[in-house]
T-cell receptor, first 117, second 113 residues
Framework: DAGVIQSPRHEVTEMGQEVTLRCKPISGHNSLFWYRQTMMRGLELLIYFNNNVPIDDSGMPEDRFSAKMPNASFSTLKIQPSEPRDSAVYFC???????????????FGNGTRLTVT | SQQGEEDPQALSIQEGENATMNCSYKTSINNLQWYRQNSGRGLVHLILIRSNEREKHSGRLRVTLDTSKKSSSLLITASRAADTASYFCATDAHNQGAQKLVFGQGTRLTINP
């Protein structure tokens, strides 16, 4: 089991640049989540997908943020244009939703640490 | 606003001692989960307790849930240096969808050898 794979592990970019974060969920999982972690705000759910369809994007902070899941094995989170306040660790997580969400714990990747200067 | 709040924010104990962390939440829940995060890594699921359960065990972990007080505790017995990590509780909210987990700010646990 390769686990959830995120790339890159670290990203440093200048304000105004476009940033794309990538995630490969665990094979067979049908739910995918994007979280952001900062010291000030902790872990925040940005958006999640079921069967590649976005279900809830109410956590996406602004129109500068967008997420896609073109297929079951790949998702991207894009920030355009990036700002210093976007600096955070971005986590992708996946789970297998069969019937009851209670029985579907999240499996997290190791995150992408984004620094916007 | 934050659904789960952990207490204490930081805890430092000697190896072999027991560690207890608490979590309080605000709204009714379907389940409460505990996760561990090692420095520089993603969160790892430890244990889940349903709203109709009061206590659950998994190895050296013991979780309790008191829905009347909207609180949970995580007990790690016979702590080891490898238990050093941050521990987070996560709750769903009945009217938000059971997949929408909200995490607390975490308890940073340090086990001293």
């Amino acid at each position: 089991d390769a686990g959830v794979i995120q790339s890159p592990r670290h990203e440093v970019t200048e304000m105004g640049q476009e940033v794309t974060l990538r995630c490969k969920p665990i094979s067979g999982h049908n739910s995918l989540f994007w979280y952001r972690q900062t010291m000030m705000r902790g872990l925040e759910l940005l958006i999640y997908f079921n069967n590649n369809v976005p279900i809830d994007d109410s956590g996406m902070p602004e129109d500068r943020f967008s997420a896609k899941m073109p297929n079951a094995s790949f998702s991207t989170l894009k920030i355009q244009p990036s700002e210093p306040r976007d600096s955070a660790v971005y986590f992708c997580a996946s789970s297998l939703l069969i019937r009851d969400p209670v029985d579907s714990p999240l499996h997290f990747g190791n995150g992408t640490r984004l620094t916007v200067t | 606003s934050q659904q789960g709040e952990e207490d204490p924010q930081a805890l430092s104990i000697q190896e072999g001692e027991n560690a207890t962390m608490n979590c309080s939440y605000k709204t009714s829940i379907n389940n409460l989960q505990w996760y561990r995060q090692n420095s520089g890594r993603g969160l790892v699921h430890l244990i889940l307790i349903r709203s109709n359960e009061r206590e659950k065990h998994s190895g050296r972990l013991r979780v309790t849930l008191d829905t009347s007080k909207k609180s949970s505790s995580l007990l790690i017995t016979a702590s080891r240096a490898a238990d050093t990590a941050s521990y987070f509780c996560a709750t769903d909210a009945h009217n938000q969808g059971a997949q929408k987990l909200v995490f607390g700010q975490g308890t940073r646990l340090t086990i001293n050898p």
